[in-house]
Antibody
Framework: EVQLEQSGAEVKNVGSTMKVSCRVS????????MHWLRQAPGKGLEWVGV????????KYAENFEGRVTITADTSTDTTFLELSSLRSEDTAIYYC?????????????WGQGTLVTVSS | ENVLTQSPGTLSLSPGERATLSCRAS??????LAWYQQKPGQAPRLLIY???SRATGIPDRFSGSGSGTDFTLTISRLEPEDFAVYYC?????????FGQGTKLEIK
């Protein structure tokens, strides 16, 4: 079964940059489109963006354009989400998620989530 | 973006009863519609994809129906572990979007 292991919780200052990782095992990383989503406390789910590890092609939600970078390191089977110019409203649990062997954007496998708290 | 509206916001039922959750899209998604269950402190769990196909390991008391803009998730006989928040999600157009959720609580 596909396992997604995310990095630990972070506390960041307003205006700083966060970087969260998600490692895929035990399958070939390039088989998966890796998506990132987030969920603010007590709120619903929001799609942030996606990376295709095979060619590093990315697509981002408009709300995050200019602040977000999603990358994939095929040597470590890890995807990274970087979000800059953090605001208090970026406080959320960030999830990586994927669907094996398909570019369709629904999500069968999820990481455990990483809580990022942005404080002033 | 395609806005999904779920109803009701909260549904209060007893174990053994039937639950019917609705999801309406502002634009057609054909059948590119998924349903998820989320329990406190956990990541969402995929229940239904393609509007009506059950994901691996999902009990057959969960069923999905609909196409276009109107969709339904039905839980035929509620078990205690089914009380959770349910989200619909469309991927017929980019960006993928979610409904605001329906909380299914024990009456």
């Amino acid at each position: 079964e596909v396992q997604l292991e995310q990095s630990g919780a972070e506390v960041k200052n307003v205006g700083s940059t966060m970087k969260v990782s998600c490692r895929v095992s035990p399958y070939n990383f390039t088989y998966f489109y890796m998506h990132w989503l987030r969920q603010a406390p007590g709120k619903g789910l929001e799609w942030v963006g996606v990376v295709d590890p095979e060619d590093a092609d990315t697509k981002y939600a408009e709300n995050f354009e200019g602040r977000v970078t999603i990358t994939a390191d095929t040597s470590t089977d890890t995807t990274f989400l970087e979000l800059s110019s953090l605001r208090s409203e970026d406080t959320a649990i960030y999830y990586c998620a994927t669907l094996a062997g398909s570019s369709l954007a629904y999500f069968e496998y999820w990481g455990q989530g990483t809580l990022v708290t942005v404080s002033s | 973006e395609n806005v999904l509206t779920q109803s009701p916001g909260t549904l209060s039922l007893s174990p053994g009863e039937r639950a019917t959750l609705s999801c309406r899209a502002s634009q057609s998604v054909t059948t590119y519609l998924a349903w998820y269950q989320q329990k406190p402190g956990q990541a969402p769990r995929l229940l239904i994809y393609g509007a009506s196909s059950r994901a691996t390991g999902i009990p057959d008391r969960f069923s999905g129906s609909g196409s276009g803009t109107d969709f339904t998730l039905t839980i035929s006989r509620l078990e205690p572990e089914d009380f959770a928040v349910y989200y619909c999600q469309q991927h017929g157009s980019s960006p993928p979007t979610f409904g605001q959720g329906t909380k299914l609580e024990i009456k």
